[in-house]
């Protein structure tokens, strides 16, 4: 069973660490600032991703941030955020993380 929780420490940055058992599988890296989730650093198997995307704007959403931003340098997890349509070509912002967890498929689905 894999587990998605959030490891940070108290140097003020969010992170979200993947792991089934004691094996580390992806991380997510991220910070809050001016109301918004940021979202810096992707570091996992590309299935993790949309998970560990959602456990940390949930975790937002819970502290009443409602905006996401995506700064990924990484193209292919880039690539794959596109392809699961967090974020778009041009545009790597989310205004409204509540509407987009309604109006976007689940992952139960």
Not at 55 to 61: G, H, L
Not at 76 to 90: N, P, Q, Y
Request: charged share 30%; glycine share 4%.
């Amino acid at each position: 069973m894999i587990t998605i929780t959030n490891v940070s420490d108290d140097s003020g940055g969010l992170v979200f660490s993947a792991k089934s058992g004691e094996e580390e599988l992806g991380r997510l890296n991220a910070c809050i600032k001016d109301d918004t989730l940021i979202i810096t650093d992707i570091s996992s198997e590309m299935f993790l991703i949309d998970g560990l995307c959602r456990t940390a704007m949930n975790y937002a959403c819970n502290r009443l941030i409602n905006a996401c931003r995506f700064d990924i340098k990484d193209e292919s997890v880039l690539a794959e955020l596109i392809r699961l349509d967090f974020v778009k070509i041009d545009d790597n912002f989310i205004s409204d993380i509540d509407n987009f967890f309604n109006s976007h498929k689940s992952c139960k689905k």
